[in-house]
Each structure stands twice: as structure tokens, then as C-alpha cells.
């Protein structure tokens, strides 16, 4: 019998522009006027309830009016949306509405509408492009760069999804201002996750900042949008799919992303992020990465932030424990974690290696002193 070489080499050029700045419905409009997905007409904008009437439906008009075909397609605000039949929900209406391999996805919402839209785009029709239009600090700092697209399942968190990276993301920096405090609280996690791992400048800045950034002074808010787009795309160029630097992204999300399933998403992400991210200064300080100092400052900047270091009584540690099995770094059935290096850098234990194996014992210590 023959052997057939089925040969597919190809280059593919993701590259997008991430646009910053104010009101930016007019710029996102003007740019599908001008070309950006092509010939494409007709859109379906994916958003959650507690974006529609502030961004969706406004964003969605304008685009009409443009003679643009819009269809909008709504599912409940919160994690407990991100899922598999959320997702099925949405792609057959868009069915039911005629949308077929000429069409386009715009996400506009937070790190849950973009994440399961991009995978819904990804999927759709063998995959369509779409659009990242975040109105929140927490997308704009995570979710919606970077090309992860994942959803929930009761066992896990983002383990069923893709690589898809979208073609432009629009971070409107004015709409933080409608944000309520826990929101805006909860995206700052992550932002102080970046200076972290990457930043001891943008540490202090934050640490000095922090009441102009609450209050939306201008030159906070700029200052912590570039600096988070530019920590995050640094990494995501150098390691799109995740096969050894980008790994750095995922500190405090060993515990945080644990934290926040068995807090049946009670829990914000950022809130669950804060207590992972005490949870790993404490595991660093105690591996001597870091001092305790160091570690102390970490954590007292997040709770100036208002944001919870301690695990709620209510959460039960021992199943806490468990789930942290869940992790996507596990490997081999070992937990493994990404460790801070003082303030502003990550451990790097070997060539392209930044999670550490973590024997449970040490994990459970850590876990019962929070």
C-alpha cells in the first residue's frame, strides 16, 4: 500500500491592533467601513445582560445605521453562563438567523462574553473573525488579549476551549467609569498580577497611584492600560500557545481559579485572583524567593485595593485542595506553580520552565494558613 505525504506548510500572520482611548463605538464603526474584517456585512454582537443597554445596543445601532445587518445575541450576565450550552444556545439562534460563513463576531463585555465568543467564533462555521470590545479593567488587562478562548464545566475552569486570536480589541478606557467598585476593584488583580510578574515600576506606581487610578484620574488609567497590554502582549508574542513562557500569566491562578469554582463563582475572578495571589507570596516567601517583606507588600496592596486576601469561611479547604487538580499546569497528576521572584519578576527553574512542582502537603499548608 502507498503512503501519501498530505503536505499543509503554511504562515499565518495573526497580528491585530489593540486601540486604546475614549468612546471608541465611532472608531470601531469607521474601521468596518474602512475594511477592516473585508467585505463583511453582517455581525452578530455577542454581549451579556449587564453590558446591553450601557454598550451593545448602542454599539449595535450605530452599525445599522451604517447599513450593516446586526443581530444581537444576550445570555446572563456571570461565570455561571460561561458554558458549553450558553455557547450552543447562542450558535443555534445565530443558525436560526441565517448567519453562515459570512459573518462576523463582535464581543462586547467582559473576560466571560469575550471568552466564550471568541471560542464561539472559532468554531462557527469552521471559524469566523471576530472583534474584542471590553468595557470592563478586567478584560482589558486579560481576557480579551491574547487569543484564549475557553469555557466552563463543572469540573473545570477553561480547560474546553481554543487558541483564536480576534482581529482588533477595542479598550474604551471612559467606560471604567460606569463600573461599579467591585468591579473595578476585581480587574485591578490582575493588573497588579502583571506588575508581579513583570513590572517592579508599574508595582510602585500602583502602590503610589492607587486613589487615581479608583478615581479614573487620566494619566492613571492610560498608564495602567499600556503598561498591562504591553506586559501581556510581550508574552503572548513570544509564546502564543502556551508551551512554556506564557505560563508566567497564570500567577495566583493555581489557588484564585480553584478558589473561585468552589466559591460557586460567589467569588469575582479578581476577588478569587487577590486570595490565589496571597496564597503564592506566602508559597514564594516560604521557598525563600521572596522575603516576607516582599510578600507582605504584595498583599497589602490588594487589600488597599479592597480586595480579600483570606479564604472565605464558607469554602470548604479540604474540597479546595482537590480542585486544585483541576489546574491546567498539573502534569502528571503533580501540581505545579508559578512562583513570584521579589517584586517584578517570575522564577524561571529551568530553560523555558516557569511552574514549579508542588508536593500537596505544602499546598495544603499554605491554603490552612489563609
Not at 463605538?25 to 454582537?45: H, M, N, P, S, Y
Not at 486579560?142 to 483564536?164: C, E, M, R, W, Y
Not at 495571589?277 to 524567593?289: I, N, T
Not at 497528576?333 to 511552574?355: Q, T, W
Request: glycine share 8%.
Amino acid at each position: 500500500m502507498s503512503v501519501f505525504n498530505v503536505e499543509l506548510k503554511k504562515v499565518v500572520d495573526d497580528s491585530y491592533d489593540i486601540e486604546m482611548g475614549y468612546r471608541l463605538e465611532d472608531q470601531l464603526v469607521e474601521d468596518l467601513e474602512t475594511g477592516l474584517l473585508g467585505k463583511i456585512r453582517k455581525f452578530a454582537v455577542i454581549t451579556d445582560s449587564n453590558v446591553l443597554d450601557l454598550y451593545a445596543k448602542p454599539i449595535s445601532e450605530k452599525l445599522s445605521k451604517a447599513g450593516f445587518k446586526v443581530e444581537l445575541f444576550v445570555f446572563p450576565a456571570g461565570e455561571k453562563s460561561k458554558t458549553r450550552q450558553t455557547k450552543a444556545k447562542i450558535e443555534d439562534a445565530m443558525l436560526e438567523k441565517g448567519f453562515r460563513r459570512d459573518c462576523a463576531v463582535i464581543a462586547i463585555g467582559g473576560g466571560v462574553v469575550t471568552d466564550l465568543a471568541g471560542f464561539l467564533a472559532g468554531t462557527y462555521g469552521r471559524g469566523v473573525p471576530f472583534i474584542n470590545y471590553p468595557p470592563t479593567l478586567l478584560a482589558a488587562a486579560d481576557a480579551s488579549v491574547g487569543g484564549k478562548t475557553a469555557v466552563d464545566t463543572p469540573l473545570a475552569t477553561n480547560l474546553i476551549g481554543l487558541f483564536n486570536q480576534p482581529r482588533k480589541v477595542y479598550i474604551d478606557i471612559a467606560a471604567w467609569k460606569t463600573l461599579p467598585k467591585r468591579q473595578m476593584a476585581s480587574g485591578m488583580a490582575e493588573t497588579i498580577k502583571h506588575a508581579c510578574l513583570a513590572s517592579r515600576e508599574m508595582f510602585e506606581f500602583i502602590e503610589e497611584n492607587l486613589d487615581d487610578i479608583m478615581s479614573f484620574q487620566k494619566f492613571a488609567c492610560e498608564y495602567i492600560a499600556e503598561n498591562n497590554c504591553k506586559i501581556k502582549y510581550d508574552v503572548v508574542m513570544k509564546d502564543e500557545r502556551e508551551s512554556g513562557l506564557r505560563e508566567v500569566l497564570n500567577l495566583g491562578h493555581t489557588v484564585g481559579r480553584a478558589i473561585e469554582t468552589v466559591s460557586d463563582y460567589r467569588l469575582l475572578h479578581g476577588e478569587a485572583l487577590s486570595i490565589g495571589m496571597a496564597a503564592m507570596v506566602l508559597l514564594s516567601a516560604r521557598l525563600g524567593y521572596m522575603s516576607e517583606e516582599e510578600a507582605e507588600r504584595v498583599t497589602k496592596l490588594y487589600e488597599r485595593v479592597g480586595l480579600p486576601t483570606r479564604i472565605p469561611d464558607y469554602i470548604d479547604r479540604e474540597a479546595l485542595v482537590k480542585k486544585l487538580y483541576t489546574d491546567k499546569k498539573v502534569r502528571d497528576g503533580k501540581l505545579r506553580f508559578v512562583i513570584e521572584k521579589g517584586i517584578g519578576d517570575v522564577v524561571e527553574f529551568a530553560p523555558n520552565v516557569y511552574a514549579k512542582p508542588i508536593e500537596e502537603s505544602l499546598a495544603r499548608e499554605i491554603i490552612m494558613e489563609l
